[in-house]
């Protein structure tokens, strides 16, 4: 049944009226709706802004592009004038910035501003990955969260979010308004398309073995290289996974767990999914750093348990 409210179908039910019906604060409320208002001004960066280097690198030492940075603030700006927000960690800054002090009413964010960066001057799809915990405190576990959300944009803008009740996709109209588009979206146990990140050369036997597992099954392999849009297609398909596994030389994989990992397990866990870095459920790990990496198994919790399964030799 599509979704009513008063007569309303979907596509007619905006972002902002579908959060007041999830029963959270008013706060909160406000903050998914600055974040999304932000994405059309970074949407419009990426379609015609500079894709030239900024001449800086962020906190994990990589070169940031010009849109990394312009992303990066005006995301910012939007959060510290939000007036709902305490802490805020990017991965484009160094270290987090303190919007206001005290805690109360309050939330801290996590971001990426435009993951995949480096795939725009090739016209691939990129996207921002917003992570919100109550209070001050950024370094908890991401089993914490209060909310977590992505902007996609790819030859449509979607905007996925979830406040713990479902998972829910709003694509942007010709008014830029978001407007509903999938509700409650659920994934299957199992699934055929896998996500393979890294060099197959130098991954483990176990996961060596699991990707060939997966093949034999008839499982295909689709990968762009950009984590929000490989992550939407196994969400939104709702079969199979994406990994990015610990390589031989990076045992800790590649992306990062505050402003990567963390906002896409939550999302996944509450489509009904499971999202593990192949020994501990991602949610669970304690975060010790900003830059912190961890490897991730994230879909199907059946391919997800199978994947545990190859990589500690079962
Ligand atoms: P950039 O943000 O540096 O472009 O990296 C994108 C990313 O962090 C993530 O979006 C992809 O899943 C992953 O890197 C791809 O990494 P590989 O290029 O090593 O497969």
């Given at each position: 049944?599509p979704?009513s409210?008063a007569g309303k179908?979907?596509f007619?039910?905006?972002?902002?009226?579908?959060l007041r019906n999830?029963n959270?604060?008013?706060?909160l409320v406000?903050l998914?709706?600055e974040?999304?208002?932000?994405?059309?001004?970074v949407?419009?960066?990426?379609?015609t802004g500079d894709?030239?280097?900024?001449g800086?690198?962020?906190?994990?030492?990589?070169?940031?592009?010009a849109?990394d940075?312009?992303?990066?603030?005006?995301?910012r700006?939007?959060?510290?004038?939000?007036?709902?927000v305490?802490?805020?960690?990017s991965?484009?800054m160094?270290?987090?910035?303190?919007?206001q002090?005290?805690?109360?009413?309050?939330?801290?964010?996590?971001?990426d501003?435009?993951?995949g960066s480096?795939?725009?001057?090739?016209?691939l799809?990129?996207?921002?990955i917003?992570?919100?915990?109550?209070g001050?405190?950024?370094?908890q576990?991401?089993r914490?969260?209060?909310a977590a959300?992505?902007i996609l944009y790819?030859?449509?803008v979607?905007?996925?979010?979830?406040?713990?009740?479902?998972?829910?996709?709003?694509?942007?109209?010709?008014?830029?308004?978001f407007?509903?588009?999938?509700e409650?979206?659920?994934?299957?146990?199992?699934?055929?398309i896998?996500s393979p990140?890294g060099?197959r050369?130098?991954y483990?036997?176990?996961?060596?073995?699991y990707?060939?597992?997966?093949?034999?099954k008839?499982?295909?392999?689709r990968?762009?290289?950009?984590f929000v849009?490989?992550?939407n297609q196994?969400?939104?398909k709702?079969k199979?996974?994406?990994?990015?596994?610990?390589?031989n030389?990076s045992?800790n994989?590649?992306?990062?767990?505050l402003?990567e990992?963390?906002?896409?397990a939550?999302?996944?866990?509450?489509?009904?999914?499971?999202?593990?870095?192949?020994?501990?459920?991602?949610l669970d790990?304690k975060p010790?750093?900003l830059?912190?990496?961890?490897?991730?198994?994230?879909?199907?919790a059946e391919d997800?348990?199978?994947?545990?399964?190859?990589?500690n030799?079962?």
């Open positions: 049944m979704y409210e179908t979907k007619q039910i905006d972002l902002r009226r579908h999830q959270i604060e008013d706060n406000h998914i709706c974040i999304a208002e932000a994405s059309k001004y949407i419009n960066a990426v379609r894709l030239g280097v900024a800086t690198s962020n906190l994990y030492g990589e070169e940031q592009l849109l940075v312009l992303s990066d603030r005006i995301i700006k939007r959060l510290i004038h939000s007036g709902v305490c802490n805020i960690a991965e484009e160094d270290e987090i910035f303190q919007a002090a005290n805690a109360a009413g309050l939330y801290s964010v996590a971001y501003p435009l993951d480096s795939l725009v001057d090739v016209n799809a990129v996207g921002t917003v992570s919100i915990y109550v001050c405190d950024l370094l576990e991401g914490n969260q209060v959300m992505y790819g030859p449509r979607s905007l996925v979010y979830s406040v713990g009740n479902g998972v829910h996709e709003f694509t942007m109209n010709h008014l830029m308004e407007t509903l588009t999938r409650n979206v659920q994934m299957k146990p199992a699934g055929d896998y990140g060099l050369n130098k483990s036997e176990g996961v060596e073995k990707v060939r597992y997966l093949e034999a008839g499982s295909k392999l990968y762009s290289g950009g849009p490989d992550i196994v969400l939104m709702g199979g996974l994406f990994m990015y596994p610990a390589l030389g045992p994989g590649k992306l990062r767990l402003f990992l963390n906002p896409m939550y999302l996944v866990e509450n489509a009904g999914g499971s999202a593990t870095n192949g020994k501990q459920r991602i790990l010790e750093s830059d912190q990496r961890a490897p991730i198994f994230i879909g199907c997800v348990a199978k994947a545990m399964e190859y990589v030799g079962g």
